[in-house]
């Protein structure tokens, strides 16, 4: 099932300009990450952030985590084309045997040159 | 270092077939998930090995089953093929569970007419 919904479904934007995508999760976690697809392709490994942590930045990405909230924002700055993708968060509950990802429905984004 | 391998990237059954898909992980990575997504359904996850035992199991039904073996490859088969299993099937390999991050192959596409 589902852990949360990204918000929003789809986004579309102007290069250059900055893209946020919004991610809320249910159940307690050890982390949240974010993943990113280009159309029908795998999933690529953006970013992780612990429960304990609060921020996280890498490159052009920054990453937010209210615990208290259950939700999560991921900000992609200075937008390319080459950003184009659907972006996923994903999820790893706390407690032991978790051996697995709970992913969002994922917001689409649309880079326009 | 090649990256996480899936066979067949695409493959077209009837109802009633089934199919094997074939993994092959990252050399060194133990642990291999496999994740089913569909437009309706999302992202959903199907299991996790490590050193050729099932840890974890997601909600699918019985005909949806995996292996792992001693190098690591994995295989999942699904037998009595429904309209419904057609999707993108993904394979995801890491160290270990607890190093967070999940490396993703391209999928293999199940068509299912």
């Known amino acids: 099932s589902q852990q949360g919904e990204e918000d929003p479904q789809a986004l579309s934007i102007q290069e250059g300009e900055n893209a946020t995508m919004n991610c809320s999760y249910k159940t307690s976690i050890n982390n949240l990450q974010w993943y990113r697809q280009n159309s029908g392709r795998g999933l690529v490994h953006l970013i992780l952030?612990?429960?304990?942590?609060r921020e996280k930045h890498s490159g052009r990405l920054r990453v937010t985590l209210d615990t208290s909230k259950k939700s999560s924002s991921l900000l992609i700055t200075a937008s390319r084309a080459a950003d184009t993708a659907s972006y996923f968060c994903a999820t790893v509950d706390s407690g032991a045997g978790s051996y697995q990802l709970t992913f969002g429905k994922g917001t689409k984004l649309s880079v326009i040159p | 270092k090649a990256g996480v391998t899936q066979t067949p990237r695409y493959l077209i059954k009837t109802r009633g077939q089934q199919v094997t898909l074939s993994c092959s992980p990252i050399?060194?990575?133990?642990?291999v998930s496999w994740y089913q997504q569909t437009p309706g359904q999302g992202l959903q996850f199907l299991f996790e090995?490590?050193?050729?035992?099932?840890?974890n199991k997601g909600n699918f039904p019985g005909r949806f089953s995996g292996r792992q073996f001693s190098n690591s490859r994995s295989e999942m088969n699904v037998s009595t093929l429904e309209l419904g299993d057609s999707a993108l099937y993904l394979c995801?390999?890491?160290?270990?569970?607890?190093?967070?991050?999940?490396?993703f192959g391209e999928g293999s596409r199940l068509t299912v007419l």
């Open positions: 090995y490590f050193s050729e035992t099932q840890r």
């Open positions: 952030i612990r429960s304990n942590e």
């Open positions: 995801a390999s890491s160290p270990d569970w607890n190093t967070g991050e999940l490396f």
């Open positions: 050399s060194g990575h133990r642990s």
